[in-house]
């Protein structure tokens, strides 16, 4: 995002340019989901001083009611005014916050925080995490009460346009916020699912790449509700078709270049590619946890459509799920198939990262690449190939997460404990539930 106000100064005088009267300070809980504390443009130079209280208490896997006092510490390159007021009523900005103890020390149970400690750890041995995501979405009409339906508003397929692909204008003004807002879309078009889009913006660094998924999904559900839509970044909202998913390309820069290319390589891909995949495959189970966090994550992770399910990789092949795109130079790159945009981006970058990176200290080989279409292949065969299988449930997810050190350490104990403990109440609420598909199977035989 070009022109980011750098301090405190350069966000005031961005806010008398721009005529501001309100500021919106933005924060995740663990869950990825956005919170905000509103605070009249008279209050922003004692919060950018990082003097501004709330009540923790209240936030998902926050802190308890008796210690609740937490701090917000604005980050000024977030600066950002919301484009789609009315004029005239002055203009309403946002902040995105790190969240602080009231010593001013960071929150350990600060998802921003989180990836900022592990972002700290790759500059530790020389690198920079560079991220491209590519989120997709679904746009569904609204019932006579506004409510959301699974109703999609078209029937259109990969790379339709209009009339057949009737949320092309809703995307366009989505494209067109998002960029008054500073980004860099690079496309956008519809996707394979009737109903289900994607907008792609360009990679940054891994803490600004999060702010980012946070904030286009904040935007495109706010334009979709202007256009009487229902924007939903559900995984998999409609049995039958693709899923929605949010591949991750991902690079390491060392001292200005790329550390993934190699141009001596017969493939142009470094030995630090290799270690980096293989510590993705070593910790793949644990970090679906993260990466696909709903128990509806797991009706996008099967076979037949596109999503990912089997631990291999390739340097073309789209089934596994890790592909290495063609491009070389300081465009090489990997691509993570399996994530979905209903994550908690901060975290699900973090445990990514954390797990590259222990497959580059541990010097880790990844098996021999899979280039056949995996899909295809009998079981019998993937066994014979050595493919495993990502965890097929929510609840298998989280006894991966539970297992592994790697994944638990980058979360830390706090986040750990609390996203687990959240996660299993969702299990089992889901799980002791009585579904219409059970009546339709079982009521009448039984």
């Known amino acids: 995002m070009p022109n980011r106000p750098k301090t405190k100064e350069e966000v005031m005088e961005r806010v008398q340019e721009l005529d501001v009267r309100f500021v919106r300070m933005q924060f995740t809980d663990i869950l990825g989901v956005i919170k905000n504390v509103d605070i009249p443009v008279e209050q922003l ?3 950018l001083d990082g003097q501004l209280l ?47 103890n009231p010593d ?42 506004g409510k959301p339906s699974t109703k999609t508003i078209d029937q259109a397929s990969y790379f339709d346009l209009g009339p ?28 394979v699912a009737p109903g289900q889009h994607e907008i792609d913006f360009k990679y940054s660094d891994a803490v600004t790449a999060a702010d980012n998924i946070a904030t286009f999904r904040f935007v495109v559900r706010t334009i979709a509700l202007q256009h009487g839509l229902h924007a939903s970044f559900m995984p998999k909202p409609i049995m039958g078709v693709n899923g929605s998913g949010m591949h991750v390309h991902q690079s390491l820069f060392k001292d200005g270049k790329n550390a993934f290319y190699d141009p001596e390589a017969p493939s142009g891909v ?55 795109p063609a491009k070389r130079g300081n465009s090489t790159r990997i691509e993570l198939r399996s994530p979905d945009p209903s994550c908690n981006p901060y975290l699900a970058l973090a445990a990514i990262l954390a797990s590259g990176l222990d497959g580059i200290k541990s010097k880790l080989q990844p098996p021999q690449p899979v280039n056949r279409n995996i899909y ?22 989280l006894r991966e997460l539970e297992a592994d050190d790697v994944v638990r350490d980058a979360l830390g104990p706090h986040i750990f404990t609390n996203f687990v403990e959240a996660k299993l109440i969702e299990w089992d609420v889901y799980r002791s539930q009585v579904h219409q598909w059970e009546l339709e199977q079982y009521l009448q035989i039984f």
Not at 167 to 188: A, P, Y
Not at 281 to 292: D, Q, S, V, W
Request: aromatic share 10%; charged share 25%.
């Open 104 to 145: 001013g020390t960071p929150f350990i149970g600060d998802p921003r925080g989180t990836l900022k400690r592990i972002m700290a750890e790759a500059k530790a041995l020389g690198y920079t995490f560079n991220v491209g995501p590519e989120p997709e979405f679904f746009l569904f009409t609204r019932d006579a009460e």
């Open 164 to 191: 057949v692909d009737r949320g092309e204008e809703c995307r366009r003004d989505c494209v067109m916020n998002l960029q008054k807002m500073g980004f860099e879309i690079e496309s956008s078009h519809h996707e």
């Open 270 to 324: 470094s030995q630090t590619c290799y270690h980096y995949i293989a510590g993705l495959l070593a910790h793949a189970k644990a970090f679906t946890a993260i990466c696909n966090p709903l128990v509806n994550s797991y009706k996008r992770l099967v076979p037949g459509y596109e999503a990912p399910v089997y631990l291999a990789w390739s340097e073309r092949n789209r089934s596994p799920l890790i592909r290495i």
């Open 54 to 100: 709330f009540d923790g208490s209240s936030i998902e896997g926050f802190v308890r009611i008796e210690e609740s006092d937490m701090l917000l510490k604005p980050d000024p390159a977030t600066f950002a005014v919301f484009p789609w007021q009315e004029q005239g009523e002055g203009a309403t900005a946002r902040l995105i916050c790190d969240v602080m």
């Open 45 to 47: 130079p004692k919060a």
């Open 376 to 397: 295809t292949m009998a079981p019998e065969e993937r066994v014979a190939e050595g493919i495993d299988l990502l965890p097929t449930s929510l609840r298998e997810a």
